[in-house]
Nanobody, 115 residues
Framework: QVQLVESGGGLVQAGGSLRLSCAASISIFSFDAVGWYRQTPGNKRELVATISRGGSRNYADSVKGRFTISSNNAVDTVYLQMNSLKPEDTGVYYC?????????WGQGTQVTVSS
C-alpha cells in the first residue's frame, strides 16, 4: 500500500520560508509524477507544483519564482521549498502521487502565513 507522509508545515510570518517534505513508502521512481496541492476552507484543492519521473517541473503562476519542488531519490522524498511566503499561501498542503493511473494523497500539513 502506498503511503505519503507530509511534514514541515507551521506558522511563519510573511516573507519567511518553510520547507515541506513528502516521504513515500515506495520508491518515488515508481510514480509518474509527484506534486503538491493546497486547499483553503470552502475551496477546491489547487495545484501548487509537480515534478515528473523525468524531472520536469510545473508550477502554479502564483508561486513561480518563490517555490521550488525537488526530490531526493535516495530517501524517496519530495520537497517543496517555499520562500517569500504571503498570507494567501495559507492552507493545508497535500502531497499527491500518480502511479499507473492511481492517485495517492497524503494526510496534509497546515501552513499558516501571518501578515
Amino acid at each position: 500500500q502506498v503511503q505519503l507522509v507530509e511534514s514541515g508545515g507551521g506558522l511563519v510570518q510573511a516573507g519567511g520560508s518553510l520547507r515541506l517534505s513528502c516521504a513515500a513508502s515506495i520508491s518515488i521512481f515508481s510514480f509518474d509524477a509527484v506534486g503538491w496541492y493546497r486547499q483553503t476552507p470552502g475551496n477546491k484543492r489547487e495545484l501548487v507544483a509537480t515534478i515528473s519521473r523525468g524531472g520536469s517541473r510545473n508550477y502554479a503562476d502564483s508561486v513561480k519564482g518563490r517555490f521550488t519542488i525537488s526530490s531526493n531519490n535516495a530517501v524517496d522524498t519530495v520537497y517543496l521549498q517555499m520562500n517569500s511566503l504571503k498570507p494567501e499561501d495559507t492552507g493545508v498542503y497535500y502531497c499527491n502521487a500518480n502511479r499507473r493511473g492511481n492517485v495517492h494523497w497524503g494526510q496534509g500539513t497546515q501552513v499558516t502565513v501571518s501578515s
